[in-house]
């Protein structure tokens, strides 16, 4: 096929030329960029390692997942998290302190994926038979594909309600990787979920005047209750990385089947499974520690000159120094800055996210999604870490033979 010379002109700019470039080194993309190497690919991955984890995450958090359903994936279940606790002599416990996960992720890209080159990615654009991308710093390199694993930053959720107060009253919990800046004032965190929770709860172990502000009854997640036979708590909720459950037992042990519901069915099981939680040992650190304002709405949220006034749906009035949302994550691909106008128009989108086949591709050819991105595709699975090596392993296998068809 004859390519246009504006095609050759990209590709005689380019500084490099890969068969895939992995944009994201989080979780999902690391272990992306593991089994694209293992295929024997020319591949790049772009991206800082866990800065989310880094930067976007509170010290002192512990993961809700289960330790032993927090692995990165590399081919042959090379360097798991138990291989990583063993060699540093650790103990597997849950729940696993963000401080370890970092070092076991850390430890896993040494190890796994030692060439990340830790540049941002400006721009990316799709031609007939490869992508460009330009970098931050210049540079233009040029892939036959192209995997999206961009996390959760960009797709932070701040409700609208909260745009006219100003950056000193209102932050999202994505934006402090420590609460000791709250030292002193009255802070309201805003949510119902383990992030909105956890915030709560390490802001009143710091001697921090906190609240909490929940429109919905808070759904606490429960432990397992060792006095029934473990064969029989399998058997009427079998324990699986997601958590317990037949229904996700069924999404674990078949990943790839949720892709081919019906939209009716994949619309209603994202908003019935994984919704707001907390897990059961946050419980006892907020339960009679702190004042909660369960199933109460902010119905008006006022700067004034000793803070922000809150007037809740019982007419409830709270004056705090600082508002804190805990709100989430909504996926939406127009918030993704790298992706050019053109490429955005190009792609398929249902509610934010882009249609995906069951190889994680969408309907641009060479243009794949893993990750929280594809949640909507695929299915909740890939909203968490335990999800990757199921993600990782049909995106590879589909990648090496897209490659092959072209040589």
């Known amino acids: 096929m004859t390519l246009s010379l504006d095609q050759q002109e990209k590709r005689k700019s380019a500084s490099a030329t890969y068969d895939a470039v992995v944009v994201g080194a989080g979780p ?3 272990s992306m960029a593991a089994h694209l190497l293992a295929q024997g690919l020319k ?3 772009l991206g800082k390692p866990l800065s ?8 002192g958090m512990l ?4 330790w032993w359903a927090s692995n990165l994936s590399a081919p042959e279940g090379k360097y798991s998290l138990g291989q990583y606790l063993r060699e540093q002599g650790l103990s597997a416990i849950d729940p696993l302190s963000r401080e370890t996960f970092i070092a076991y992720g850390t430890w896993f890209q040494r190890q796994a994926v030692p060439m990340v080159d830790e540049t941002y990615v400006a721009k990316i654009e799709n031609h007939e038979r490869f992508f460009t991308l330009e970098l931050v710093d210049g540079r233009v390199i040029q892939s036959t594909i192209v995997v999206m694993a961009p996390g959760l930053y960009y797709y932070t959720y701040r409700p609208n309600e909260y745009n006219h107060l100003s950056a000193e009253l209102v932050s999202h919990t994505c934006d402090h990787p420590t609460l000791d800046q709250f030292g002193g004032k009255r802070v309201v965190v805003v949510g119902g979920g383990q992030s909105a929770l956890e915030s709560a709860a390490l802001l009143y172990e710091r001697g921090i005047d ?6 919905r009854s808070i759904f606490w997640l429960s432990a397992d ?6 064969w029989l708590r399998q058997l009427r909720s079998p324990k699986v990385g997601l958590g317990y459950g037949w229904i996700n037992w069924a999404l674990e042990q078949y990943p790839y089947v949720f892709q081919q519901l019906p939209r009716t069915m994949k619309d209603r099981m994202l908003i019935d499974f994984h919704g707001p939680a907390g897990a059961w040992w946050l419980r006892e650190r907020i339960v ?3 004042p909660v304002y369960e199933g109460r709405q902010i119905e008006k949220a006022e700067e004034t000159d000793y803070g922000v006034q809150l007037r809740l749906s019982d007419h409830t009035k709270i004056v705090a120094d600082h508002l804190l949302l805990a709100t989430g994550y909504r996926a939406d691909i127009r918030r993704l800055p790298m992706l050019s106008p053109q490429l955005i128009d190009s792609l398929q989108v249902y509610m934010g996210s882009p249609v995906l086949n069951s190889y994680f591709e969408s309907n641009v050819p060479g243009l794949y999604f893993v990750g929280f991105t594809a949640a909507r595709s695929a299915g909740p699975f890939y909203r968490f870490v335990v999800g990757a090596q199921a993600a990782s392993r049909r995106v590879a296998a589909s990648v090496a033979r897209s490659i092959a068809s072209r040589k």
């Open 28 to 30: 999902y993309g690391l």
């Open 63 to 66: 993961l809700r997942s289960f």
């Open 52 to 59: 989310l984890w880094r930067e976007n995450m509170p010290e």
């Open 43 to 45: 591949v790049a991955i």
């Open 288 to 290: 009679g520690k702190l």
């Open 210 to 215: 906190v609240r909490l502000i929940a429109r």
């Open 225 to 230: 209750n060792l006095a029934i036979p473990y």
